[in-house]
């Protein structure tokens, strides 16, 4: 296994160290809770907002499970989610609110570097394309044979644009040129993430990478995810502007639609791709 520092995590970025340390404190406070408290957000269904759970969004089904737990819930507007999030430790929703809040703020910014690079009109990344927003942890416990198993296996984020931040345990990793590389936990530095909508939106001018995270067998690993994600009902498709052919490369869709193809066909980032490009 590789493990070399891979360049270009987003520092200086205006999001408070405090803020910063302060979440992932939490986040870990919240995992090491009594299983009573942690029950109380704990579902197996996948139409709950708010949720823990472990494994995938789906693990009745699923082949091989992950080695992880995982709390997600929506974060924006605030004031419409907050009141469904944990209501312990005592200061999460104070804590998560503020970090989401800086966090979008960050992805919104980055966003408009995107836009200007690629050329595309002013107010391109409006509500329609950036209007949701989940917060998430994962958690990973130490792995007996972490040969074994995955903590989260392969795959490309489905939404726009992720901010990661990991603690100070190695875990992440993203495939580049053909081998695995680990991504070098740095203190208060956002791993940041194209997803799938991005490359489409751009028409493959901008790639998204595959990722997953790997476990180790002496210590806990926490990440908090911030994921930028469409609305359910928008309508994706490749930039005008972009198409430079005359025919796009892939075809618009609606993004509820195309998160449930994502579920039903996880880690398979090819079958995904196909169902959604233009064949010549
Ligand atoms: C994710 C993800 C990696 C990590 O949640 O989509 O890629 O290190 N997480 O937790
Ligand atoms: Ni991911």
Not at 176 to 197: D, E, M, T
Not at 198 to 204: A, E, H, K, R, V
């Amino acid at each position: 296994m590789f493990f070399r520092p891979v360049k270009g995590q987003v520092i200086n970025h205006g999001v408070c160290g405090h803020v910063i340390e302060d979440t992932m404190e939490v986040a870990k406070d919240f995992f090491e809770m009594p299983n009573e408290e942690k029950a109380k957000v704990y579902s197996m269904d996948p139409n709950k907002s708010c949720r823990l759970y472990t494994s995938s969004y789906n693990y009745a089904n699923e082949e091989i499970h992950f080695w992880r737990d995982h709390l997600r819930h929506p974060c924006h507007p605030l004031d419409k989610w907050v009141h469904i999030w944990p209501e312990n430790p005592a200061r999460y929703r104070d804590v998560v609110g503020k970090y989401t809040n800086d966090v979008r703020k960050l992805s919104l910014r980055m966003l408009e570097m995107i836009r200007e690079g690629l050329g595309l009109e002013r107010g391109y990344f409006g509500e329609e394309l950036t209007g949701d927003q989940l917060f998430a942890v994962n958690h990973y416990p130490p792995c007996p044979d972490p040969n074994l198993t995955l903590g989260l296996p392969k795959h490309v984020d489905p939404n726009v644009i992720t901010v990661l931040l990991q603690e100070n345990v190695y875990g992440l990793q993203v495939f580049k040129n053909g081998q695995w590389l680990g991504v070098k936990p740095l203190p208060h530095a956002f791993v940041v993430n194209i997803g799938h909508q991005l490359q489409i939106i751009s028409n493959g001018k901008l790639r998204s990478a595959e990722h997953r995270a790997v476990t180790n067998s002496r210590e806990a690993g926490t990440s908090i995810v911030s994921f930028i994600n469409p609305c359910h009902d928008s309508i994706v498709e490749p930039a005008k502007s972009l198409i430079d052919t005359g025919v796009p490369l892939y075809r618009p869709f609606k993004y509820k639609d195309f998160l449930k193809f994502y579920e039903e066909n996880k880690g398979d980032t090819e079958a995904l791709m196909e169902a959604y490009k233009i064949k010549p």
